[in-house]
Nanobody, 126 residues
């Protein structure tokens, strides 16, 4: 059984940076593409970024492209989301998930095969 654990969130000011981590336990991490998602208060969960199994393909939401960078460390079975130039509108609970199907992971109608973790809160405020 695959389990996800996000960490690294916090309270920062606009323009600052944070790096989120997603630890994946269970089956072999290298089998999975990985994605980050976020959910702001009163809004639906939305796609943020994804990375393929070999790290060769990445995708980003237009709202974060150029500011966020997704990466992975298969040896540590951990994925990362480096968030720079944070904006107030980036405030949300951030979640990660994994899927063997990259297209499904980046779909507008993504239905996770793995249960969501607890998420990590990112608050950007002046």
């Amino acid at each position: 059984q695959v389990m996800l654990s996000e960490s690294g969130g916090g309270l920062v000011q606009p323009g600052e940076s944070l790096r989120l981590s997603c630890a994946v336990s269970g089956r072999q991490f290298q089998m999975f593409n990985m994605g980050w998602f976020r959910q702001a208060p009163g809004k639906e969960r939305e796609f943020v970024a994804a990375i393929s199994t070999d790290g060769g393909i990445t995708s980003y939401s237009p709202s974060v492209k150029g500011r966020f960078t997704i990466s992975r460390d298969d040896g540590r079975k951990t994925g990362y989301l480096q968030m720079n130039s944070l904006k107030i509108e980036d405030t949300a609970v951030y979640y990660c998930n994994v899927d063997p199907d990259y297209r499904a992971l980046t779909s507008d109608y993504y239905r996770p095969r793995v249960s969501w973790g607890q998420g990590t809160q990112v608050t950007v405020s002046s």
